[in-house]
């Protein structure tokens, strides 16, 4: 089983609706991370969490919220979804302290039409 | 805005030749500059890092070199191969933050 499970891997959706993108994980990291990536743009921050009563804006937050629903869960939902957040989003964990990179998920391919 | 420049954008190689990817950076609060390679449809994955008081870093077939003077770090892959065409992230950590910034990626393609 994949240490960071992200569903759905594929998900179409209309303009306007309510969307979660669910991020699970088996490292046992505290630190919790939602990015977004475009062509172009690379990977940009959404959300990170340091553990479950700590979430925090990223860098571009604006129409996303989350939630941490345990150490090991970590929900990204788009409340009213648009176009522009076409995009392949990631959710990563990494552990506290020291010289560690991330540990990404597989990635969920998001369409708003 | 914290930013890390990466280039090129897309790099097409040799079999056998050597690939370079640089980035360059403008904080020099940053602490931490790790490397990703991302196949099709994966998430990136780590695949080597440096610390700002090591000049150079080499894991196989993969060294980093970082240039702290000129706030310049550089992937650079040795015998090129197909298995690694793939899109190459370089980041850097924002030190007491633990939250990376990355580059826009280089799509690496190495002919066979």
């Known amino acids: 089983d994949a240490d960071v499970t992200q569903t759905p891997r594929n998900r179409i959706t209309k303009t306007g609706k309510r969307i979660m993108l669910e991020c699970s994980q088996t490292k046992g990291h505290d630190r919790m991370y939602w990015y977004r990536q475009d062509p172009g743009l690379g990977l940009r921050l959404i959300y990170y969490?340091?553990?479950?009563?700590?979430?925090n804006k990223g860098e571009i937050s604006d129409g996303y919220s989350v939630s941490r629903q345990a150490q090991a869960k970590f929900s990204l939902s788009l409340e009213s979804a648009i176009p522009n957040q076409t995009a392949l989003y990631f959710c990563a964990t990494s552990p506290p302290g020291g010289n560690y990179g991330y540990t990404f998920g597989s990635g969920t391919r998001l369409t708003v039409v | 805005q914290q930013q890390v420049k990466q280039s090129p954008q897309s790099l097409i190689v040799q079999k056998g030749g050597i690939s370079i990817i640089n980035c360059a950076y403008e904080n020099t609060a940053f602490d931490y500059f790790p490397w990703y390679q991302q196949f099709p449809g994966k998430g990136p994955a780590l695949l080597i890092a440096?610390?700002?008081?090591?000049s150079e870093k080499k894991e196989g077939r993969f060294t980093i070199s970082f240039n702290k003077s000129a706030k310049q770090f550089s992937l650079h892959i040795m015998d090129s191969q197909p298995g690694d065409s793939a899109t190459y992230f370089c980041a850097a950590r924002s030190s007491g933050t633990y939250k990376y910034i990355f580059g826009t990626g280089t799509r690496l393609k190495v002919l066979a």
């Open positions: 440096i610390r700002p008081d090591v």
């Open positions: 969490s340091f553990d479950v009563k700590d979430i």
